[in-house]
């Protein structure tokens, strides 16, 4: 439940309509709290002559209408100036970092301020009564706060202009997915799901097992009620399905359906083994959560897709941009320099008692290298600085990776000297990223054997 709570949570604060609905909401009860308390306090007239307002009910008109029909002349600029930042953002880098700008919390408050504090002055400016309209009421702490807040709008629209030119900076969004996937692997890997269920070393010839167990044993296959990509994997509802496990007959659950990965209507997502106890199918088909589209939430391989989707927009012929690919690429190595060295999550775990054995699909080391790389080798081949960069960030990962580690980064470096000979470069070019990738295959082999 938890985990569809989260789920849920995050759909919503990425739409551009949910911190601006927060805020019109709060800004009109705002002004109808101020508005009643001048009525029970204030001095109506607007005779005080104190900070507050103090003029008459048609100079009180005049200015919330002022304020009202420029901030909606404001807020149409505000609008026009983020599906401008959308679309250069969908046709420059690509259409799967849109949700960044949509959920960008500063996109959200500056459009939030300008609809609240219009909202704002037309609460107000219905209270206010001249002499031949019954009682005079001028709400004055009302008026002078509904200045303030437009006050307070000119000065973000400025730092909104300032905004939008930063987020269609390249080096700004590479930087921005950068971060974002730091966030996520720091998240991910490790991150507790039930108990190890085999030591690091262990992990691959346990998880080979259990698929073999499974599959060899009557099982039960639960199938997906809709379609949808894999948001995520509710463990507490995956692991209280132990519960029902008998203890000398524990339950074997095989999750195939990765995070990220897209599940066709009816398509099996898990297998169950041996045939559980009613119910429990329903709660491991509830764990496995579908949704309309992936997100950077506990989905690391898509923010890397989504770097590597502004590399290969960058050299697509209508672009030809292999500077910012070769950003990309620094950044990828940037990232996953931080996983390097660290034990992935693992894809065995288990129920304490040990009632329950849970099989995840998850990402290993070979999965995120070939995500990062594979995709802009074959594309930047065609450009001998982009060749030279992936070069590069290769022999920086291999002087932090462990033995283990080196070899997808050597096969890499194999498939650049395989296309090498058939590349339309100049002999000088083609020498030169030879003897580079030499280099460092060389390097990586001494790693991989342990050598340094």
């Known amino acids: 439940m938890r985990a569809w709570v989260v789920s849920r949570w995050e759909d919503a604060r990425s739409r551009l309509w949910f911190l601006p609905g927060l805020i019109v909401l709060c800004e009109a009860v705002l002004a109808e709290a101020l508005v009643w308390i001048d009525s029970a306090y204030g001095d109506t007239t607007g005779a005080a002559g104190s900070w507050l307002f103090s003029g008459s009910a048609d100079a009180a008109r005049t200015l ?78 009302a008026v002078t706060t509904g200045v303030l807040l437009a006050l307070s709008c000119m000065g973000l629209l400025v730092f909104f202009i300032h905004q939008v030119s930063l987020a269609l900076q390249v080096s700004v969004v590479v930087s921005r997915l950068r971060d974002d996937l730091l966030a996520q692997l720091e998240d991910a890997h490790p991150r507790e799901v039930g108990w190890s269920a085999a030591a690091p070393d262990d992990h691959p010839e346990r998880a080979a097992a259990l698929r073999r167990e499974v599959a060899g044993r009557p099982h039960t296959l639960v199938r997906a009620e809709h379609g949808g990509f894999v948001r995520t994997v509710d463990a507490d509802r995956l692991l209280s399905t132990g519960e029902r496990a008998h203890a000398d007959d524990p339950l074997l659950v095989h999750v195939r359906a990765g995070v990220g990965s897209f599940a066709a209507r009816g398509s099996v997502i898990a297998a169950i083994a041996p045939p559980p106890e009613p119910g429990v199918v329903d709660d491991v088909r509830r764990s496995v959560l579908l949704a309309e589209e992936r997100t950077p939430a506990h989905d690391p391989l898509f923010v890397v897709q989504q770097l590597v989707d502004v590399g290969l927009r960058a050299l697509s012929p209508s672009t030809n ?59 930047g081949v065609e450009h001998v600085s982009v060749t030279l960069r992936l070069l590069e960030v290769l022999a920086s990962l291999g002087e932090r990776v462990p033995p283990g580690r080196a070899q997808p980064l050597l096969s890499q470096v194999d498939q650049v000297l395989e296309v090498l000979d058939r590349q339309s470069w100049t002999v000088e070019d083609r020498r030169q990223v030879r003897e580079r990738a030499q280099q460092v295959a060389t390097a990586l082999a001494e790693v991989a054997h342990g050598r340094c």
Do not use: C, K
């Open 64 to 141: 919330l209408s002022a304020i009202a029909g420029s901030l909606l002349t404001v807020v149409s600029i505000a609008f026009s100036l983020t599906m401008i930042a959308l679309q250069q953002a969908s046709s420059q880098f690509s259409p799967r970092i849109l949700r960044g700008f949509t959920s960008s919390l500063t996109n959200q408050l500056v459009i939030g301020a300008y609809t609240g504090t219009f909202v704002y002055a037309l609460l107000v400016l219905r209270t206010v009564r001249s002499g031949d309209q019954g009682p005079v009421f001028v709400p004055g702490l």
């Open 321 to 379: 941009d292999p500077t910012t690919a070769e950003h990309v690429l620094m950044h990828l190595g940037d990232a996953l320099g931080v996983l390097a060295g660290r034990e992935l999550e693992p894809p065995v775990r288990s129920t304490r008692d040990g009632r329950l054995l849970v099989l995840l699909e998850r990402p290993d080391w070979d999965d995120h290298v070939d995500a990062a790389f594979s995709q802009l080798r074959r594309v």
